[in-house]
Nanobody, 117 residues
Framework: QVQLVESGGGLVQPGGSLRLSCAAS????????MGWYRQAPGKQRELVAS???????TYADSAKGRFTISRENAKNTVYLQMNSLKPEDTAVYFC???????????WGQGTQVTVSS
């Protein structure tokens, strides 16, 4: 089994920055993808950014140029540096780990990010 624990959410003013962290534990295959999704009230969960164990990244258009995803493979930890935050970035942010031939998904419990003055 895999557990994911997120941290780093909170309240920030527009234009501010936050750094989210997600640590995975358990039996984790070396080849995997970790990422961040978010879900705002009344909206579907959407991809923010993802990164493979080899370092290949994918970003949503809304995140390009403002957010940076990174990871430490030795710690099974993924980070999301969010800069120039906007009110529309307000959402619950969920960490994802996907691994194995079956591409099994594991989710964190979510961390609230609120961008407001």
């Amino acid at each position: 089994q895999v557990q994911l624990v997120e941290s780093g959410g909170g309240l920030v003013q527009p234009g501010g920055s936050l750094r989210l962290s997600c640590a995975a534990s358990g039996t984790i295959f070396r080849v995997n993808v970790m990422g961040w999704y978010r879900q705002a009230p009344g909206k579907q969960r959407e991809l923010v950014a993802s990164i493979t164990n080899g370092g290949s990244t994918t970003y949503a258009d809304s995140a390009k140029g403002r957010f940076t995803i990174s990871r430490e493979n030795a710690k099974n930890t993924v980070y999301l540096q969010m800069n120039s935050l906007k009110p529309e970035d307000t959402a619950v942010y969920f960490c994802l780990l996907r691994h194995g031939v079956a591409r099994t998904d594991y989710w964190g419990q979510g961390t609230q990010v609120t961008v407001s003055s």
